[in-house]
């Protein structure tokens, strides 16, 4: 988001998701994310699902 600067509230605007659920996405408190949502995302913001996700091991 920041290279492309866009506030979150634009990226939610853009996805049609709720700001408060691209909140709980982008601080990593979500226990899933549905493809069509994570491919929305990397439409708007133009990237590759590796580029914005990250496997922790809980």
Same mark, same amino acid.
């Given at each position: !988001?920041?290279?492309?600067? !866009?506030?979150?509230? #634009? /990226?939610? #605007?853009?996805?049609?998701?709720?700001?408060?659920?691209?909140?709980?996405?982008?601080?990593?408190?979500?226990?899933?994310?549905?493809?069509?949502? /994570?491919?929305?995302?990397?439409?708007?913001?133009?990237?590759?699902?590796?580029?914005?996700? #990250?496997?922790? #091991?809980?």
């Amino acid at each position: !988001m920041a290279k492309r600067k !866009m506030s979150l509230g #634009e /990226l939610s #605007e853009k996805v049609g998701l709720t700001l408060a659920n691209l909140s709980i996405l982008k601080t990593g408190k979500a226990k899933a994310v549905r493809f069509s949502t /994570l491919d929305a995302i990397c439409k708007v913001l133009d990237c590759q699902p590796g580029d914005i996700l #990250e496997y922790r #091991e809980d």
